[in-house]
């Protein structure tokens, strides 16, 4: 088993070795001769724009996600339609028993 100082000194060799590889592509002259001028090619960001991309052919839906999805999305939007309803209703029943003047409504033509 390897000791905390090998692992610290293994993972700054790792570091050391990418940063002179970054460094060696990017700061080439010829690149654009090979076609590499494209850039370094990092694979976690590769890696990670994979998974984004095929995130939805794997999601497996559970009883927490449908939870999730009606806490975020349905019940908020159900919430505010009947919240909208009400308040209409209720300014429609002020104006249709002559509780607001015509003069005074906030749309003319309801």
Same mark, same amino acid.
């Given at each position: 088993? &390897? +000791?905390?100082?090998?692992?610290?000194?293994?993972?700054? &060799?790792?570091?050391? &070795?990418?940063?002179? @590889?970054y460094?060696?592509?990017? +700061?080439?002259? #010829?690149?654009?001769? #090979?076609?590499?001028? %494209?850039?370094?090619?990092? +694979?976690?960001?590769?890696?990670?724009?994979?998974?984004?991309?095929? #995130?939805? @052919? #794997?999601?497996?839906? +559970?009883?927490?996600?449908?939870?999730?999805?009606?806490?975020?999305? $349905?019940?908020?939007i159900? %919430?505010? %339609?009947?919240?909208?309803?009400?308040?209409?209703d209720?300014? @429609?029943? @002020?104006?249709?028993?002559?509780? $607001?003047?015509?003069?005074?409504?906030?749309?003319?033509?309801?």
């Open positions: 088993m &390897a +000791t905390p100082e090998q692992i610290q000194q293994e993972k700054a &060799a790792r570091r050391a &070795a990418i940063r002179t @590889e460094w060696r592509t990017m +700061t080439n002259p #010829h690149a654009h001769l #090979h076609g590499e001028s %494209a850039g370094v090619f990092d +694979t976690g960001l590769a890696r990670f724009q994979a998974m984004r991309v095929n #995130h939805f @052919e #794997h999601f497996k839906p +559970t009883g927490r996600t449908l939870k999730i999805g009606m806490l975020t999305t $349905v019940i908020p159900v %919430a505010y %339609a009947i919240m909208m309803k009400r308040e209409r209720a300014r @429609e029943k @002020e104006y249709r028993t002559g509780q $607001v003047a015509y003069k005074d409504r906030r749309f003319k033509f309801i």
